[in-house]
């Protein structure tokens, strides 16, 4: 059985899409941010030390990081279906945009996000946050002028990771800003399993 640590309003919730568009068995074990922090609860360390979602239970085996959850599953369960072949031209892009969401855009994002949390000013990092988060949005948008996906004209694993930062500036009422991005997203909401990753996401958040 895989158990997907699920934690609410997380990245997690781009797992339980991807194994619903493989078509695998598994179960969600939920846990709630607490109302004061919004920081994950500590049961979650028990199953890894970091305390973070999304984990994965994968046959006795312990997966974490988004990236790393869903380059494994793919390649185990739906090469042919989710990413480009090896030896396609479009393989190495696919690689690119799957860590791109977790590393190059999440970071300013968070930032900008934090920052306006906090609501003190700061000498430097308000400026730096919101410089590098139009940088990167700028980026992904010329990158989707013309596309339906980032690569190769079908869903991949580099979708469902970038989803998450599509629903950030979504959340953030941005989107528009970036017509590319907003065809983008309309694109993905509208798969089937996605909307039934968002239903489940809406069911397990108990806040």
Same mark, same amino acid.
């Given at each position: 059985m895989?158990?997907?640590?699920?934690?609410?309003?997380? +990245?997690?919730? +781009?797992?339980?899409?991807?194994? &619903? /568009?493989?078509? @695998?068995d598994y179960q969600i074990k939920s846990y709630q941010r607490d109302s004061q922090t919004f920081l994950a609860p500590a049961e @979650?360390?028990?199953?890894? $030390?970091?305390?973070?979602? $999304?984990? @994965? /239970?994968y046959h006795q085996q312990i997966i974490t990081e988004s990236g790393?959850?869903? &380059? %494994?599953?793919? &390649?185990?369960?739906? $090469?042919?279906? @989710?990413a480009p072949e090896k030896n396609s031209p479009h %393989? +190495? &892009? %696919?690689l690119q945009w799957l860590h791109f969401a977790e590393s190059s855009a999440m970071l300013p994002l968070l930032l900008r996000m934090?920052?306006? =949390?906090d609501g003190c000013k700061t000498n430097f990092l308000e400026g730096y946050a919101a410089a590098e988060s139009e940088s990167i949005l700028s980026y992904v948008n010329q990158s989707l002028a013309g =596309?339906?996906?980032?690569v190769a004209d079908k869903l991949t694993g580099a979708d469902i990771m970038m989803s998450f930062i599509v629903e950030l500036l979504a959340a953030s009422g941005e989107v528009n800003k970036y017509p590319h991005i907003a065809v983008y997203a309309k694109q993905l909401s509208q798969h089937e399993n996605s909307i039934k990753a968002n239903k489940l996401e809406q069911l397990y958040d108990k806040t």
């Open positions: 895989i158990t997907l640590h699920h934690l609410n309003k997380s +990245r997690s919730k +781009r797992i339980i899409w991807l194994l &619903e /568009e493989l078509g @695998l @979650l360390k028990a199953i890894h $030390p970091l305390g973070k979602s $999304p984990v @994965l /239970e790393a959850i869903i &380059e %494994y599953l793919i &390649e185990q369960h739906a $090469p042919d279906k @989710l %393989y +190495r &892009e %696919y934090f920052v306006a =949390k =596309k339906r996906y980032l």
